[in-house]
């Protein structure tokens, strides 16, 4: 009887004999530890995996309401920005700078540099050597070599062709000082002809550049183009002052040797005149 009254009051609890008064009647196993641990450890990974997706579900619910704003609000705004951009583009191409125009403009400057660069090239570098003899052919060469380089020899060309100073007995002190001053400004004037014509070069190279940029430029680039020919024509007109300088320092070289000539006149004919009044009053 007692037996019987044994298993009417007991159960099983999760494996684990139970009776009605609450007690267990044997300790739990440890394969029920091990089954309540893993459960355990189950509910942590599923309650870790769940906090990142509900942290990027709100990540992304944020983006979401930035980009809403951006399309709505600002969207707008830069719709009607492009459409001024458009409009401003539009304008260019059609009335301030139509590329029909800049085409046929730059078709002009091609067809310019086509028909007469070449033969305005061969005007500029066409030699005009004339002389004969060994010595004068070499004064010519140095004088159309258009070189700066070239002046040393050039004064001994000079020299060589036009003959050096007399000595100090071989001339009087009045002529040798007249041949030295003559010499000098000729020498000076064609040491300047190879200056001038080595920056004619320059300034012709740079006409080059600047007719190449005209025929491949493009709107606004104008005012930096008429500044650069501005001073391409300063550096042309400089290299005409010099030109012209030397012009000047010949001729006034010139005049007064002329002035030497009248002055050495006038002084040998009041020399004869004090002759022929001392033979006529001699007795």
Same mark, same amino acid.
């Given at each position: 009887?007692?037996?019987?009254?044994?298993? &009417?009051? %007991?159960?099983?609890?999760?494996?684990?004999?139970?009776?009605a008064d609450g007690e267990c009647s044997r300790?739990?196993?440890?394969?029920?530890?091990? =089954? =309540? *641990?893993?459960?355990?450890?189950?509910?942590?990974? %599923?309650?870790?995996?769940?906090?990142?997706?509900?942290?990027?579900?709100?990540?992304?619910?944020?983006?979401?309401?930035?980009? *809403?704003?951006?399309?709505?609000?600002?969207?707008?705004?830069?719709?009607?920005?492009?459409?001024?951009?458009?409009?401003?583009?539009?304008?260019?191409?059609?009335?301030? !700078?139509?590329?029909?125009?800049?085409?046929?403009?730059?078709?002009?400057?091609?067809? *310019?540099?086509?028909?007469? =660069?070449g033969q305005m090239n061969q005007i500029f570098?066409?030699?005009?050597?004339?002389?004969?003899?060994?010595?004068?052919?070499?004064? @010519?060469?140095?004088?159309?070599?258009?070189? *700066?380089?070239?002046?040393?020899?050039?004064?001994?060309?000079?020299?060589?062709?036009?003959?050096?100073?007399?000595?100090?007995?071989?001339?009087?002190?009045?002529?040798?000082?007249?041949?030295?001053?003559?010499? #000098?400004?000729?020498? %000076?004037?064609?040491k300047t002809t190879l200056i001038a014509d080595?920056?004619?070069? #320059?300034?012709?190279?740079?006409? &080059?550049?600047? @007719?190449?940029?005209?025929?491949?430029?493009?709107?606004?680039?104008?005012?930096?183009?008429? #500044?650069?020919?501005?001073?391409?024509?300063?550096?042309?007109?400089?290299?005409?002052?010099?030109?012209?300088?030397? &012009?000047?320092?010949? %001729?006034?070289? =010139?005049? !007064?040797?002329?002035?030497?000539?009248?002055?050495?006149? #006038?002084?040998?004919?009041?020399?004869?005149?004090?002759?022929?009044?001392?033979?006529?009053?001699?007795?």
């Open positions: 009887m007692s037996d019987k009254t044994q298993s &009417e009051t %007991e159960f099983l609890l999760n494996g684990v004999a139970f009776n300790k739990p196993s440890a394969r029920a530890s091990w =089954r =309540r *641990s893993l459960l355990i450890g189950v509910l942590l990974i %599923e309650t870790c995996l769940a906090l990142p997706k509900l942290a990027q579900g709100q990540f992304l619910s944020i983006f979401d309401s930035i980009f *809403s704003s951006i399309q709505s609000d600002i969207g707008s705004s830069l719709s009607q920005v492009n459409q001024v951009v458009q409009q401003m583009q539009k304008l260019y191409q059609t009335t301030v !700078a139509p590329l029909a125009a800049i085409n046929q403009a730059r078709g002009f400057a091609a067809n *310019s540099i086509t028909s007469f =660069r570098n066409t030699s005009f050597t004339s002389a004969v003899t060994p010595g004068p052919q070499q004064f @010519e060469s140095i004088l159309h070599s258009r070189l *700066s380089a070239q002046i040393p020899a050039l004064q001994a060309s000079f020299t060589t062709n036009y003959g050096a100073i007399p000595q100090v007995n071989a001339a009087s002190p009045q002529d040798r000082v007249m041949m030295d001053v003559d010499d #000098a400004l000729g020498q %000076e004037n064609l080595q920056g004619g070069d #320059a300034i012709l190279q740079t006409a &080059e550049q600047m @007719e190449n940029q005209v025929a491949v430029s493009t709107p606004g680039s104008n005012p930096f183009l008429t #500044a650069q020919a501005q001073v391409a024509n300063l550096r042309c007109q400089a290299f005409m002052q010099k030109m012209l300088a030397a &012009e000047l320092r010949q %001729e006034a070289g =010139r005049i !007064a040797h002329d002035n030497v000539l009248v002055k050495r006149r #006038a002084a040998a004919t009041g020399g004869i005149n004090g002759l022929i009044t001392g033979a006529l009053t001699a007795r």
